[in-house]
């Protein structure tokens, strides 16, 4: 097969490393991923990038039954008074909110905000159902969209409307709501490292990172190939201020009324925007076998009227199936360096191939998705008898090699730096996360941006004690991560 069919896919994505966010967008739209639609702000998540979707609602919603929580849905809409009780909160999601003005023809005496997040309409309903303390924790998760005004658009990273999920919690103690703060930091931590081989920090954010209204906000913060850090999920510790503005009161065990402390925490669809990035190559995707729609692809190979490999890889690919292996046979009338270079494009763990020698010897040849062309590893012969067991192993080597190599470009990127100039300059050029002694005062954070375009990601406690902030020179109270963010 010549040349000229296998390149028209994979020359239309600009080499990554030349310029990520070209090529980033250019994935997202040639591996079918989204669409962009007419309604600005806003993309279409087409059936391939809803089964990332699907994968990542997968494996949180058991990691969030199995720490206690049950999914319910709350209204889209919330009246503008509601929204004016917690003032922090208002005022900080005031410039990203949508309202709705009319009903019909007729103007609304009351505009109502499309969520930006829920906490508002949650809260409210949370003081009707909350009576005793026989009433706590409430412990609840939605799966849902929200609207924020955005005026730049990137599939995954920056729309209106996004897909996320939002844990909302309620506890009769601070020392629960602090506690389940960081047990669901710690299922957004084992998600990213575990399910979508990203490895992450995570910590505290600064005052000035804060969710609008929490006591304390926890994150846990990716590094892009470019050297900017993508915050991945946070968790708040919301006190008693949204349970005091809401009324979310309850009668304790000493008789005593008392406001509840209450808790959110989310991870958006933003995580498969890192994903994407951390692992994707010049080819294309490459996804990580637990977050794959698709674990394999069978490309059987036709010759000269000889199409049994075709059913003998839909034959394998159903028992495979019944094994509860994602896979599909591409049986199109193409050639198959095309159906390579497009599977290759979509970042499926591993293709299978099969032609009629394959048959007669009772082999398919497996090709990893993760290693380069002409690497030694990338191909293996297997018998067809041991498909199911030599798949899944691989599926397990590609899903720790991702990870490994992602880690070990964060780790060669985190620099811990005592020198000020080193600092600035490698803030400003952005060379990855920037660990340092920090003072913890927004006017040194304020500085830095204004100097370098970075910001703290989040902190982490100090191990010296008696530093001075690499920033400023002023004590150090925790150590933080410094990078340029998306
Ligand atoms: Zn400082």
Known sequence: MSDALVQPVVKEIPPKAADLSAWYTAVCLKAELVSYSPVRGCVVLRPYGYGLWENLQKHLDVAFKATGHENAYFPLLIPEGLLLKEAEHVEGFAPEVAWVTHGGQEELTERLAIRPTSEVIIGVMYAQWVESYRDLPILINQWANVLRWEKATRPFLRTMEFLWQEGHTAHAHAQEAREETLRMLEVYEEFARDVAAVPVYAGIKSASERFPGAVETYSI???MPDGKALQSATSHDLGQNFAKAYDIKFVDADQQIKHAYTTSWGMSWRMLGAMIMVHGDDRGLRIPPKMAPLHAVFVPIVRSNDDRAVAASHEAAASLRKAGYRVKVDDRDQQPGWKYAEW??????????????????GNVVLVRRDRAKGDPDQKAIVPLDQLAQRLQALLDEIQASLYAQAKAFLESHTFAVSDRDEFYAKCKSRA???DIPWCGREACEAHVKAETSATTRNTHPLDVVGARCVACGEPATV???????Y
């Open 221 to 223: 913060e990716a590094l």
């Open 479 to 485: 150590r933080a991560y410094f990078a340029q963010s």
């Open 432 to 434: 990855g996360m920037v």
């Open 344 to 361: 290759d494009l979509r970042g499926v763990p591993v293709r299978i191939e099969m032609g009629p020698r394959d048959v007669d010897a």
